[in-house]
């Protein structure tokens, strides 16, 4: 029994060991909210980088869109997409192109 006594540390050696292990997982534990907090902020704060790169290429996009229909060819083109004509024309409205085309095809391949 006195060689089992002799090994263990005294009581306030052991007492000073367990403090210092509490005091390493008290500031552990202080460090774990913060830290979570910064890594999921880092994450949200990518993604919306991403999202605002995103967004900044759709306004590239729409802003072109918008250039590109302000030209008269653009407007002529899109006015008569929609069956306006000019002053002093006449409208043909032409059915069954397709049938036509069909048909033409058909004999094109023989």
Do not use: C
Not at 22 to 39: D, K, Q, T
Not at 53 to 59: I, N
């Amino acid at each position: 029994m006195a060689a089992a006594r002799s090994r263990r540390p005294p009581l306030p050696t052991l007492a000073r060991r367990w403090f210092a292990v509490l005091v390493v997982i008290l500031i552990a534990y202080a460090y774990y909210h913060p830290l979570r907090s910064w890594l999921e902020t880092q994450h949200e704060l990518s993604d919306r980088k991403a999202e605002v790169a995103r967004l900044a290429a759709q306004k590239r996009a729409l802003l072109e869109r918008v250039q590109a229909s302000a030209t008269t060819d653009s407007l002529t083109r899109e006015a008569r997409r929609l069956g306006y004509i000019r002053p002093g024309e006449h409208l043909f409205i032409v059915k069954g192109i397709q049938a036509w085309k069909k048909a033409h095809n058909t004999l094109d391949n023989r």
